[in-house]
């Protein structure tokens, strides 16, 4: 005769989320990890302050104060940024400004040697001269600690669809770690 610990074991082994009252596991979204670099390294969107204020002006227009106010457009972006958080379910959604290189992909050696201190005794037109161009990410995870909390492959998807392209990595604009 099974005991009362075997037949308490077996039903909970079978007992689904909302009968136990425990959460059901959480599994995010499958992304190979890029090697470590002296960068750090984003997985998101490409998004411009402009995009952000169209946003907010067709999604939550009664969420804005008049186009002339003093601080429309950090109102309207920060409204924007609320929103596809709280449609997209991932309230940790982060931004950051990283690097973006010419068409190829590839980084400029002479950016990452901005970062490494190797232009730090030339004289400044040297360093005026190497144009760094950048763009704001709103990322979901980096390369680093934050990689374990990715979201879920239904809240990227749904992220993906409000933005209208997919994410991608990006490299940070400045060293790592944070």
């Avoid at 990890?33 to 067709?58: D, K, M, T």
């Avoid at 980096?142 to 909390?149: L, Y």
């Avoid at 997919?166 to 770690?177: D, I, K, L, N």
Wanted: glycine content about 6%.
């Amino acid at each position: 005769m099974p005991s009362l610990f075997s037949k308490l074991s077996e039903a909970l082994k079978t007992a689904t989320p909302q009968q136990t009252g425990r959460p059901k596991k959480r599994r995010p979204f499958k992304i190979a990890r890029p090697p470590l670099a002296h960068n750090i390294q984003c997985y998101g969107y490409a998004v411009s302050s402009e995009w952000l204020i169209r946003f907010a002006e067709q999604h939550c227009p009664e969420d804005l104060p008049a186009r002339d106010h003093t601080d429309y457009e950090d109102i309207a972006t920060t409204r924007a940024y609320e929103l596809l958080a709280s449609l997209s379910g991932i309230y940790y959604l982060d931004y950051r400004n990283c690097l973006n290189p010419p068409s190829g992909g590839v980084i400029p050696p002479e950016w990452i040697g901005v970062f490494r201190g190797k232009y730090d005794d030339a004289p400044d037109e040297v360093l005026d001269a190497i144009q760094i161009d950048t763009v704001q990410v709103f990322y979901v995870c980096s390369d680093r600690g934050d990689f374990e909390m990715r979201p879920t492959q239904k809240q990227l998807n749904t992220l993906t669809k409000l933005i209208g392209h997919p994410p991608q990595w990006w490299v940070a604009y400045g060293p790592g770690p944070w």
